[in-house]
């Protein structure tokens, strides 16, 4: 499942945005900019990350979501991750619980910015996502927010979008 925000229309379009992304969205190819891919593993884990939507949309910041697992569609997920730059990303959250491999997953995949989502499910509560989205491997970051905190994502991501004042 897909849901999209992409339109610049009705919003002003923040300070820190450069001149290419501003007005219509679009680039030369006519394309709409989207800043933020954000990804959970299945749709059930949607209202986990939702609060990230409202944030972004406040800040002007375009998104589209994916519901994409890397368990069980390692290809499609790969394919969306690793095209994410070309299609004029500039950062990627992924959002998982339990073993939490989407955001290690996408991180593996891309030199974007990764910024990760533990959703408190399962008897753990989400400790076993937040040590399993912290504990990646050397050459692979994964930022990461506390559990269940999407809108510390969006927050993050925005602030990483803005650079450096």
Do not use: C
Request: aromatic fraction near 4%; proline fraction near 8%.
């Amino acid at each position: 499942m897909r849901a999209t925000r992409r339109s610049n229309a009705n919003r002003t379009t923040p300070s820190w945005k450069t001149p290419r992304e501003t007005g219509s969205g679009t680039r030369d190819t006519g394309y709409v900019v989207t800043d933020v891919l954000i990804l959970v593993g299945s749709e059930s884990d949607k209202p986990r990350i939702e609060p990230a939507f409202e944030i972004l949309s406040k800040a002007g910041v375009s998104y589209e979501f994916h519901a994409s697992s890397a368990h069980r569609q390692p290809d499609q997920t790969g394919e969306l991750v690793k095209t994410a730059r070309k299609k004029g990303f500039k950062i990627v959250i992924a959002g998982a619980g339990l073993s939490a491999a989407l955001p290690g997953f996408a991180a593996s995949l891309t030199d974007l910015p990764v910024i990760g989502v533990p959703f408190a499910v399962g008897p753990l509560n989400g400790l076993d996502a937040l040590l399993a989205t912290v504990q990646v491997p050397p050459g692979v970051p994964v930022a990461t927010v506390g559990i269940d905190n999407a809108k510390n994502a969006a927050h993050l991501a925005i602030r990483i979008l803005k650079g450096p004042s």
